[in-house]
């Protein structure tokens, strides 16, 4: 166990995502103690950690969150905040719509979205790759959801979830905005739901709008409330995978091996590529947990209420599970299955889907980065000089060109 100093609030601020893996190897742990914002905290990092952090019997998520962080990203009542059976039972709901059938349908819709923008752009020049990303993201949202396009101001929804993801980690002004902004998109989904419920709105029957609003626990449905903000966990992450896009057309400019590979129709090693993005490039940098039974890891005691946090990036650069993970190698991945290895590669979370806390936005992740590396590879775009380079000191991470595509 090491200790650091007293508060490290300014310190992971300017040092950003490898903070935590940075003072674990210099100290040649897993496990450090420090505080942040003035409140005593439990660093990990390392896939014995993740395993211990995703059982479900030491730690807990309720309480754990800062409010500014929670409120944005997941609010009170939705699965991510639930424990033990009530979080087994709401998770089911969001598996269930991640079938093969249902990504193949997602990835249809995000194509038929990324030809309608381009086709709209013709002519225009150049486009920030963030900026188209995200509205085809909604609009691919919205119709795989079974939300019908006219009846929504897709810009404004696409400016609202965005709201949500760019400002998280931003307190003061620009945080207390997006969150009143999400009372209001929350307001929208509710009624979306009570919608659905009163017959004015008929979604296809086995859409994910349908289902949600169907969903019963305990023998009623879900609190339109709450059924609203599940909503938004559909719709935000499969915004948020805008960052992954932009990563993946990164990867392609400075690996062009790959982009010759792709648009030669050679897809072997497709999915390993896309899960070497998601390991290597920096998204989610952190989980906090809330310590619920008093236990003994790693010769460090931890005591009921206490503040732990796993460091999700440096468990992915980990040398002892990634070797050389500093240099993107898709072949890595070769092979690989999650099933089997739950444990380090972590970047949307650890453990088994139906069992623990690791996302199940993972399925529509992978299933529209792949879509997402064929249409990049597929259209000729050009991609002029710009500074690709990323921030690792901004929460979250991006490239700080947000990717310029010319040639439209």
Not at 50 to 69: I, S, W
Not at 112 to 137: N, P, Q, Y
Not at 279 to 298: A, E, I, M, N, T
Request: proline share 7%.
């Amino acid at each position: 166990m090491g200790t650091i100093p007293f508060d490290s609030t300014i310190a992971l601020l300017r040092e950003g995502y490898p903070f935590i893996a940075s003072r674990c190897d210099a100290a040649g742990t897993d496990l450090l103690t420090t505080r942040l914002m003035l409140r005593r905290v439990t660093l990990l990092r390392g896939a014995e950690a993740a395993q211990m952090f995703y059982d479900g019997r030491h730690l807990t998520r309720q309480g754990a969150m800062p409010v500014m962080v929670q409120h944005l990203l997941q609010d009170e009542g939705s699965v991510q905040s639930l424990d033990g059976a009530a979080h087994r039972r709401r998770k089911r709901l969001f598996l269930s719509l991640m079938g093969v059938g249902a990504m193949d349908r997602l990835s249809a819709l995000y194509e038929s979205e990324w030809d309608r923008a381009l086709t709209r752009l013709h002519g225009s020049g150049r486009v920030r790759l963030d900026h188209l990303s995200r509205i085809v993201l909604t609009r691919a949202a919205l119709r795989w959801c079974g939300i019908v396009l006219d009846s929504v101001d897709v810009p404004r929804l696409t400016r609202e979830l965005s709201l949500m993801i760019d400002e998280v980690a931003r307190p003061g002004p620009p945080n207390w905005y997006a969150r009143w902004r999400r009372r209001g998109t929350e307001a929208w989904a509710a009624g979306v739901v009570e919608q659905v419920r009163s017959g004015d709105l008929t979604p296809p029957p086995h859409s994910a709008l349908a289902v949600l609003a169907g969903h019963a626990e305990d023998g009623a449905v879900l609190p339109p409330q709450i059924a609203g903000v599940e909503l938004l966990n559909l719709l935000r992450p499969l915004l948020a995978v805008s960052r992954f896009i932009e990563f993946a057309a990164v990867a392609l400019v400075r690996h062009p091996q790959w982009r010759e590979e792709f648009a030669a129709g050679e897809e072997a090693d497709l999915e390993p590529f896309v899960q070497e993005v998601r390991r290597f490039f920096p998204f989610f940098p952190v989980v906090p947990g809330r310590v619920r039974v008093p236990f003994r890891f790693q010769g460090h005691d931890l005591r009921v209420g206490d503040w732990a946090i796993l460091d999700l990036y440096g468990t992915c650069h980990d040398p002892r599970a990634f070797p050389d993970p500093d240099s993107f190698r898709p072949e890595r991945f070769r092979g690989w299955s999650w099933q089997e290895d739950p444990f380090t590669h972590i970047a949307q979370g650890a453990g088994r889907h139906e069992d623990d806390h690791r996302c199940p936005g993972e399925w529509s992740t992978v299933a529209l980065l792949k879509q997402a590396v064929r249409l990049l590879c597929r259209d000729e775009l050009e991609v002029p000089p710009q500074d690709l380079s990323i921030r690792l000191d901004r929460f979250p991470a991006a490239p700080r060109s947000g990717v310029v595509l010319a040639g439209l």
